[in-house]
């Protein structure tokens, strides 16, 4: 059988590191032939795998929807394929081949919704793409979540039938070297790995530090790997931690195996209101990092039955200050 896999959004982050768990998966299928249509990033072909590459598609919003619309199609023709793998959360359009989608982008099934005012981006994904996400799992002939809130989520609201939707955790191929130490200093360091994205919600850690120092409670220290100036809303946020000297140190990004340290040497807080997975929800339970995490869906998923977790409603930093207090008075 041959197989197009298309993933021309993929290009850092979640969405790059799906489209390595599936390549890394098919080039052992010797049984079928895949063809990966991408745009930036560089694949090595193998005997079974053939990359197609397309950098233009990043020029602009018109050049990708040129190419999902005209040429996209094309080359299903053009290559006689059997079947279609969209790793990008929408079907092609235009054609008739058996299609699966891959759905990953959490936005349009979230209880908060974003305003124009607040974010347009956000409000666009939402509502625009959002709607487009839908359609397509709808349309598809067959749909891939990596969680089970997920499905339950287009059941519900779409109507789509439990039979049609495959859940596949994402799989977690990493070495756990070392494992959480109860220290007073590993239990009064916050680590949070995340991107700036507004819904990853750095805000309400901010704000739990801001009452604690009105508290008079300083021994402690929180870890972004962020370096405050991503975007607007992350540089107000580093303005007011420097202004109040808050222990808030913005450090930047780290490699894996500098996250994975940290998991064995701090408490892992994860306040974010909007994920599909939370992949460092399941690396650090690998580690038996104590968790701070916000009380959604995906995180009870990933943490009910794992007893070193606390949950905090995501918007109330007054809850989240006191289990940053109970973290500190258990050493």
Known sequence: MRIMVFDVPAESGGA???????YNEFKF?????????LSLPELKETSNIKVLRFPWIKKSWGHRIYFDHI????????????????????V??????????????????SEYRFSLKENRLLWVYQNIIGKNIMKSIKRADHVIVQTNWMKKKCVEQLWVKPEKIEVQPPKIDIEVKKIFKQTKESTSTFFYPASGVVFKNHKVVVDACLMLKE??????????????????????????????????????????????????????????????????????????????ASDSAFSHEILDGYDKVEFFEAFD??????????SELNT
């Open 16 to 22: 790059l590191s799906v489209l390595h768990e599936f």
């Open 29 to 37: 299928d010797q049984e079928n032939e895949y063809i990966f249509v």
């Open 71 to 90: 040429i996209a199609p094309k080359l299903i023709k053009e290559y006689e394929v059997d079947k279609v793998l969209s790793l990008q959360n929408i």
């Open 92 to 109: 092609i359009p235009n054609t008739k081949v058996y299609q699966s989608v891959f759905v990953h982008n959490a936005l349009p099934f």
């Open 215 to 292: 508290e008079g409670l300083t021994d402690y220290k929180v870890i972004f790997t962020l370096k405050g100036n991503e975007n607007e809303h992350i540089i107000n946020l580093y303005n007011i931690s420097k202004e109040n000297d808050l222990p808030i140190k913005f450090i930047g990004s780290l490699t894996r195996e500098e996250v994975f340290d940290f998991y064995a040497k701090s408490t892992l807080i994860f306040p974010s209101y909007i994920e599909t997975v939370g992949l460092p929800l399941l690396e650090a339970k690998m580690h038996w990092t104590p968790i701070i």
């Open 317 to 326: 930093y007054r809850h989240l200050s006191s289990k940053m207090k109970n």
